[in-house]
């Protein structure tokens, strides 16, 4: 049995999650069921006090967001009181899920001593920064200024960009000081060689929500109008949905009934993202938004639902260290269109299993989803194909032997003399 304590931005919980990092609640799971593992995962939380609770065999430690929420703003004290925690744990492993972590930096100082570490690269904000506009002009980007940027400066997409360059040097100097790091592709790999040559990289699967892979395989809708979905973890440029409308704007002079459903946390709040507002005038000036369904966040099922009701998914994404919203749209089987950019390329192959398009380029964007709309044998081939892909790829009993393999391999390698 191993003892692991997680630093992760996921909570374990009863109620289905509509956040990001969902694999990674997935993930424990299973491995708790597996029964090789006993698992301690911490998380920043709305709680005024630390707290703790079982949730299946889990123990969910809850951190206040106000004393942990940045971890370049954590004090002594309560570093001190976290490090405190994780020794009466005693571990036998400490996994950080994410350079972002609010604890990244304080496991990269040695603050829980010189037990075994694991960093899991979840995102990498300094790669991020380097697209984050998402090829937005001048003009547009001033577009993207409305009364929350006008309130709070730091909203707007030249600042939150500025932001990730700077959390992305803390990033790197996390990276460059654990001596095991674990890579969900070929091109998270490279960078991190790049920023620590000297690092073991251990590479590790991607295990779906149960939602997805018990899905039945997607079949052509029936007589309707034309759906696409998309989706967005928030309001960020880099994600390319001003592409998707554009592309949509497109499809919509061959099939003028097509609708557009658009999932995720993109319209909330009580001050609207100055982005978000840009893209509602986007879909005015585009005569497209009397066709457009914001969905809002969803749940893993209501995902489910919304994939297999529509023709095709896109991805416009202008980078992405893996993509779960491609894993889990090949895994239900929906022909998706792809931007070529970041790990996706490696996810899928070109006109057997997606179609992709150049980053940013809507026309044939456009062109790859009307593709698939008006031949059924290639959409359905795609179909097949990307299931059969994704049912391998994302087996859960071989991402499970892989992880705990990855920990065992930590292990070995700080007992050797």
């Given at each position: ?71 370049e703003s954590i004090s002594r004290k309560d570093a001190a009181i976290l490090a405190d925690l994780v020794e009466r744990l005693d571990p ?50 001033v577009g993207c200024v409305g009364p929350k940027e006008v309130v709070i400066p730091k909203r707007h997409l030249y600042f939150r960009r ?239 032997r892989r992880q705990t393999e990855i920990y065992d391999r930590v292990l070995a390698g700080m007992r050797r003399p």
């Open positions: 049995m191993r003892k692991l304590v997680w630093f992760s931005n996921c909570i374990f919980q009863e109620s289905s999650i509509k956040a990001t990092g969902t694999w990674v609640v997935a993930m424990g799971r299973k491995l708790q069921e597996s029964g090789e593992c006993r698992i301690s995962n911490f998380a920043v939380s709305d709680v005024e006090s630390i707290s703790s609770y079982d949730q299946g065999g889990i123990e969910q430690w809850l951190l206040p967001r106000s004393r942990f929420g940045r971890p036998d492993l400490v996994h950080v899920w994410g350079t972002e972590n609010f604890c990244a930096a304080m496991a990269a100082d040695r603050n829980f001593g010189e037990r075994p570490m694991l960093l899991d690269i979840q995102g990498l904000l300094h790669a991020y920064a380097d697209v984050y506009f998402g090829d937005l002009t001048v003009g547009e980007l500025r932001d990730f360059r700077q959390r992305g040097e803390l990033e790197k100097k996390v990276i460059r000081a654990f001596p095991d790091i674990s890579v969900q592709s070929e091109w998270v790999r490279f960078r991190i060689e790049g920023l620590n040559a000297s690092c073991r990289i251990h590479p590790t699967g991607i295990l779906l929500r149960p939602e997805f892979r018990m899905a039945a395989p997607w079949m052509p809708p029936g007589n309707g109008p034309v759906r696409i979905f998309t989706s967005s973890s928030g309001a960020h440029a880099y994600k390319g949905l001003h592409v998707v409308l554009r592309a949509f704007a497109e499809v919509r002079r061959s099939l003028p009934s097509a609708v557009l459903a658009i999932a995720g946390n993109i319209r909330g709040g009580r001050m609207q993202e100055g982005y978000s507002r840009w893209l509602d005038r986007e879909a005015v000036r585009l005569g497209i938004a009397g066709a457009i369904e914001w969905m809002g966040a969803l749940s893993g099922p209501e995902i489910v639902e919304a994939m297999r009701a529509s023709h095709v998914v896109v991805v416009p994404s202008f980078v992405e260290t893996y993509c779960l919203a491609l894993a889990e749209a090949m895994m239900v089987g929906v022909p998706t269109v792809v931007s070529y950019a970041g790990a996706m390329p490696e996810l899928a192959r070109d006109g057997e299993s997606a179609l992709y398009f150049p980053p940013g380029d809507a026309v044939t964007c456009a062109g790859e989803i009307l593709r698939l709309v008006h031949d059924s044998g290639l959409s359905e081939a795609i179909s097949a194909k990307s299931r059969e892909t994704a049912l391998i790829r994302n087996d859960p009993d071989a991402v499970v």
